[in-house]
């Protein structure tokens, strides 16, 4: 996978999120975040995947709006930059093709 890739309402269960990261390849982590919480733009070596499993995360990407709720996976190839706005009690996971696991 190589391109940016957004995909509505797959992925609603862990179960699902878990298989789509493994059949990547990919490592996978979850995350809470009881507030709301800003990264600014920035960008990774490797490929990064995103599911949101509750609430909402919006992804800036060279101007572009993406809003992933539940169910939806943003996929990020390694070096594109991005900012990241999360709604307070969002729960995601991310899936990496390489780095610390």
Same mark, same amino acid.
């Given at each position: 996978?190589?391109?940016?890739?957004?995909?509505? =309402?797959?992925?609603?269960?862990?179960?699902?999120?878990?298989?789509?990261?493994?059949?990547? =390849?990919?490592?996978?982590?979850?995350?809470?975040?009881?507030?709301?919480? !800003?990264? @600014?733009?920035? *960008?990774? @070596?490797?490929?990064?995947?995103?599911?949101?499993?509750? =609430? *909402?995360? /919006?992804?800036?990407?060279?101007?572009?709006?993406?809003?992933?709720?539940?169910?939806?996976?943003?996929?990020?190839?390694?070096? !594109? @930059?991005? *900012?990241? *706005?999360?709604?307070? =009690? /969002?729960?995601?996971?991310?899936?990496?093709?390489?780095?610390?696991?």
């Amino acid at each position: 996978m190589s391109d940016l890739e957004h995909i509505r =309402g797959k992925y609603t269960t862990l179960d699902l999120v878990k298989a789509d990261i493994e059949q990547d =390849g990919f490592r996978m982590r979850t995350y809470q975040e009881p507030k709301a919480r !800003t990264f @600014p733009e920035h *960008s990774h @070596p490797i490929d990064e995947t995103v599911y949101v499993l509750r =609430g *909402s995360m /919006t992804f800036t990407v060279a101007g572009k709006v993406y809003t992933l709720d539940v169910g939806e996976k943003l996929h990020l190839p390694a070096g !594109t @930059p991005h *900012s990241v *706005s999360v709604e307070a =009690g /969002t729960e995601y996971a991310a899936g990496w093709n390489g780095g610390p696991k």
